[in-house]
């Protein structure tokens, strides 16, 4: 069974601190994307990874870092969080291919930054 | 530029048929895709077209009509589980293999 877990479901933390959010597919899938979903406003993308150490701005990436250093972990960083980051936060993945581009989506993080 | 359009909300009998329209305009076109989002959980994959045309999956079937940058979702023999945010999807291109969301449809299925 195919799967991509993320580390925490819930979390909470208070403005200016630095948020780590990990990521870990088990697909050996080349690529990585991390959105963010907010209501009224959908999924949006924030960064994405088609590459260990390789990665590529989303539509939203201001506030935002990642890293990839092994294939099947990507992580999300908010180097000092914000109230307005306060988000259910998806991590997906899916094979590199010409056409076929499933993603597969983790359970989400929800969260709130005080 | 990327546009994705799809009614906000529904709302359905148990039992009947619903259709979910999604309209798109996007750089280039390599498959659109549906997934089914229930409160507070991931996206699942529901359905992938590439080509015009009607694909059916049991009581799930999407449409595609390149020409006009449109799909549709059709679910039928509604059932309370069906409840849920349906999203449609577009993939641009391959390669780094985006996939470009619109907001989501949230159909409500009542008694």
């Known amino acids: 069974d195919v799967k991509v877990t993320q580390s925490s479901r819930y979390l909470v933390k208070r403005t200016g601190e630095k948020v780590f959010l990990e990521c870990v597919q088990d697909m050996d899938h080349e690529n990585m994307f991390w959105y963010r979903q907010d209501p009224g406003l959908g999924l949006r993308l924030i960064y994405f990874s088609y590459d260990v150490k390789m990665k590529e701005k989303g539509d939203i990436p201001e506030g935002y870092s990642v890293s990839r250093e092994k294939k099947e972990r990507f992580s999300l960083i908010l180097e000092s969080a914000s109230t307005n980051q306060t988000s259910m936060y998806l991590c997906a993945s899916s094979r590199l291919a010409a056409t076929y581009n499933e993603q597969f989506f983790g359970p989400g993080t929800r969260l709130t930054v005080l | 530029g990327q546009n994705i359009d799809q009614p906000t909300e529904m709302t359905a009998t148990e039992g009947a048929i619903v259709q979910i329209n999604c309209t798109y305009q996007?750089?280039?076109?390599?498959?659109l895709f549906w997934y089914q989002q229930h409160a507070g959980e991931a996206p699942t994959f529901l359905s992938y077209?590439?080509?015009?045309g009607l694909e059916e999956k049991g009581r799930f079937s999407s449409f595609l009509s390149r020409s006009k940058g449109y799909s549709y979702l059709l679910l039928k023999e509604l059932q309370m589980k069906d409840s849920a945010s349906y999203l449609c999807a577009v993939s641009p291109s391959g390669g780094a293999n985006n996939l470009f969301f619109g907001t989501g449809t949230r159909l409500t299925v009542i008694p």
């Open positions: 996007t750089s280039g076109f390599n498959g």
């Open positions: 077209n590439v080509l015009d």
